[in-house]
């Protein structure tokens, strides 16, 4: 049994126990594959996978018990290899950050330029994908951290810190009547279309769960996992959005106007997810402090065994109301 075939292990299972499509992203012949998991099955005495006319369907119940371990190994030798790298290449490496697009177009920016020209030899990768998935990506060990809001169920394996809390905004298209309202109520907005999040994003659920307690149940006509296509579809006047303030620039949003609601809505927290029983290179932790300037490289190592003993986050808040005329 060796370390490699754990690795090719874990890519047939998250390629779906797709033998074509893993030989193909590990770059190998697939009668090759074929054989090391075959090799593997032998050491280990038992079926890993469940067959169906010599094709994989999914992961027998020790497969999925393997699965486990393999992680764990396949993690355990990551994190050897990076305390050696610590102290052999301080500032070179890799950092991955999974992330959602609204945090990757509008938070991230000004930190990465600042990451980057204070640690030129580390390559930077950005991963997008739903909280759920971002959160998987650090799992699976293929992501350094997740940054969005937590997934609707957290891996125990993870740790979120919370960085800051996000207000919400309701964006309409320029002449749009909801903008003349006063006061805006919860009833007067469940009259018109909803453009919102994928049902993946907690967001959604919790924005949904507001009108709930109301009795109202607002037409949601579109869901989408991008900020940009919500206001592209706001814009076109298919409906109003009820996005993070972080996503609205005036400058940029010529064809919309936004208005406050966080007199209506709960903000949103964006985290930081870690694993657990990670090994948390300088330059990360680095990053970490640069993103949320409140989680210090000092007090993370504390903030790992207890995320509640962490100052409380801050409001990040991109949108400025217009002046009352």
């Given at each position: 049994m060796t370390l490699q075939q754990m690795r090719y292990f874990l890519e047939v299972v998250r390629l779906g126990c797709n033998i074509t499509r893993a030989a193909q992203a590990l770059s190998i012949a697939q009668p090759s594959l074929s054989r090391q998991m075959q090799s593997l099955e032998r050491e280990i005495g038992v079926d890993l996978f469940v067959r169906e006319n010599?094709?994989?369907?999914?992961?027998?119940?020790p497969g999925e018990q393997v699965h486990r371990i393999a992680l764990r190994m396949v993690l355990d030798a990551e994190r050897a290899r990076s305390v050696g790298a610590e102290f052999r290449q301080e500032h070179t490496g890799m950092l991955t950050i999974a992330t959602t697009h609204t945090q990757a177009r509008y938070a991230l920016p000004a930190v990465v330029r600042a990451f980057s020209a204070r640690y030129p030899n580390i390559a930077l990768r950005l991963r997008q994908g739903t909280p759920t998935e971002a959160a998987q990506m650090v799992v699976d060990g293929t992501a350094d951290l997740s940054i969005a809001t937590a997934p609707p169920d957290p891996h125990p394996d993870l740790v979120f810190l919370p960085c800051y809390t996000?207000?919400?905004?309701i964006l309409t298209p320029v002449g749009h009547p909801l903008m003349r309202y006063?006061?805006?109520?919860?009833?007067?907005?469940?009259?018109?279309?909803?453009?919102t999040y994928d049902y993946s994003?907690?967001?959604?659920?919790?924005?949904?769960e507001t009108f709930a307690r109301e009795n109202l149940a607002p037409s949601v006509i579109i869901n989408a996992i991008d900020a940009d296509v919500i206001k592209t579809y706001v814009e076109l006047g298919m409906g109003v959005a009820i996005v993070p303030s972080l996503a609205f620039d005036r400058q940029r949003d010529k064809g919309l106007r936004a208005?406050?609601?966080?007199?209506?809505?709960?903000?949103?927290?964006?985290q930081i997810g870690l694993r657990r029983d990670g090994y948390l290179r300088s330059y990360t932790a680095s990053f970490i402090e640069l993103f949320a300037p409140h989680l210090e490289k000092s007090i993370l190592p504390r903030a790992l065994l207890d995320p509640q003993s962490i100052p409380m986050p801050g409001t990040?808040?991109?949108?400025?109301?217009?002046?009352k005329r």
């Open positions: 010599k094709r994989l369907i999914g992961l027998s119940e996000l207000p919400r905004i006063r006061p805006l109520t919860l009833k007067r907005l469940a009259g018109f279309p909803l453009i994003f907690s967001t959604h659920s919790k924005i949904l208005r406050d609601a966080s007199m209506l809505f709960q903000p949103s927290t964006i990040l808040r991109a949108f400025k109301p217009l002046p």
